[in-house]
């Protein structure tokens, strides 16, 4: 069964890279019947979709963050990342990353979500 | 890219019936049968409840169902539960030329 797993820092500085991967297991990142992706969910607010990557490497990013974020995917350890620059107390979040089911665009599988907080 | 527009909270009694509304526009629901929802529980993922419109995932109760009509979609919840109490939020795919996904501002459905 697959399994996502987010890691990474819980806390970034402002203006500096927030830096998270996503470990796969249960299956291959490389299936081509999935995307990969990362949303996120301010405190008390909903959910935003991030990014996505396909295990080719092809990237698709919301507008509204596109200037900052970075997408990548590594198929020897089975991960994803997610790199955000210049972040701002506005990142706080809970990070999530999921699979998206490919022609279909629904996240079937998600990560528990791993909170990111940016204070000096 | 706009989110989908839903109701801010919902309630009903146990075993009553609620909808859930999304609406969007004719670039994403009205262009596209790929509509998704999900329930969130505080502090826990998103659980996929309802993709492609109207179908259910292995393990998600029948009492859940989804449509659409023009640009707004519906989560139907039938015999309301104590459990089924959490937010819901849907999605839609919106875009053709980019991978453009855009979720709904959620809704809080309290079961009285």
């Known amino acids: 069964q697959l399994q996502l797993q987010e890691s990474g820092p819980g806390l970034v500085k402002p203006s500096e890279t927030l830096s998270l991967t996503c470990t796969v297991s249960?299956?291959?990142?490389?299936?081509?019947?999935?995307?990969w992706g990362w949303i996120r969910q301010p405190p008390g607010k909903g959910l935003e979709w991030i990014g996505s990557?396909?295990?080719?490497?092809?990237?698709y990013y919301n507008p509204s963050l596109k200037s900052r974020v970075t997408i990548s995917v590594d198929t020897s350890k089975n991960q994803f990342s997610l790199k955000l620059s210049s972040v701002t107390a506005a990142d706080t979040a809970v990070y999530y990353c999921?699979?998206?089911?490919?022609?279909?665009?629904?996240?079937?599988?998600w990560g528990k979500g791993t909170t990111v907080t940016v204070s000096s | 890219q706009s989110a989908l527009t839903q109701p801010a909270s919902v309630s009903g009694s146990p075993g009553q019936s609620i909808t859930i509304s999304c609406t969007g526009t004719?670039?994403?629901?009205?262009?596209?049968?790929?509509v998704s929802w999900y329930q969130q529980h505080p502090g826990k993922a998103p659980k996929l409840m309802i993709y492609?419109?109207?179908k259910r995932p292995s393990g998600v109760s029948n009492r859940f169902s989804g449509s659409k009509s023009g640009n707004t979609a519906s989560l139907t919840i039938s015999g309301l539960q104590a459990e089924d109490e959490a937010d819901y939020y849907c999605?839609?795919?919106?875009?053709?030329?980019?991978?453009?996904?855009?979720f709904g501002g959620g809704t809080k459905l309290t079961v009285l």
């Open positions: 999605c839609s795919y919106a875009g053709s030329s980019t991978f453009d996904v855009v």
């Open positions: 999921a699979d998206i089911r490919d022609y279909y665009y629904y996240m079937d599988v």
């Open positions: 990557i396909y295990y080719s490497g092809s990237t």
């Open positions: 492609e419109g109207s």
């Open positions: 249960g299956g291959s990142i490389s299936s081509s019947s999935y995307y």
């Open positions: 004719s670039s994403d629901v009205g262009s596209y049968n790929l």
